[in-house]
């Protein structure tokens, strides 16, 4: 069983920065694929950007590569997303998610439903 609780979020002005954090509890978090998520108002839940078991591997949805970047700390059972050049339209709840996962496959860790935990939420807003 794995726990994972987001923070870190709040409001930003365009153009600024925000690093959200994710602690997660449980043995079974350095052996785990940690992903992040967003859901704006009136919208579907979608990727964000995930990071391996060992964080060897990344992906990131097109719109925020090169702005943002994950990270984990197997140390501190935590996991980072820090979110640089903000834009109004990265506005949402931003929610960490847990899959006790070994493997990786940059299709398959962009599907929500593979995803066997999940966090309640920070809200990131970002005002133009």
């Known amino acids: 069983q794995v726990q994972v609780v987001e923070s870190g979020g709040g409001l930003v002005q365009a153009g600024g920065s925000l690093r959200l954090s994710c602690a997660a509890s449980?043995?079974?978090?350095?052996?785990?694929?940690m992903g992040w998520f967003r859901q704006a108002p009136g919208k579907e839940r979608e990727f964000v950007a995930a990071?391996?078991?060992?964080?060897?591997?990344?992906t990131y949805e097109d719109s925020v590569t090169g702005r943002f970047t994950i990270s984990r700390d197997n140390a501190k059972n935590t996991v980072y997303l820090q979110m640089n050049s903000l834009k109004a339209e990265d506005t949402a709840v931003y929610y960490c998610?847990?899959?006790?996962?070994?493997?990786?496959?940059?299709?398959?860790?962009?599907?929500?439903?593979?995803?066997?935990?999940w966090g309640q939420g920070t809200q990131v807003t970002v005002s133009s």
């Open positions: 449980g043995r079974t978090f350095s052996t785990s694929l």
């Open positions: 990071i391996s078991w060992s964080g060897a591997d990344t």
């Open positions: 998610a847990a899959k006790h996962w070994t493997g990786y496959n940059s299709v398959a860790v962009t599907t929500a439903a593979i995803y066997d935990y």
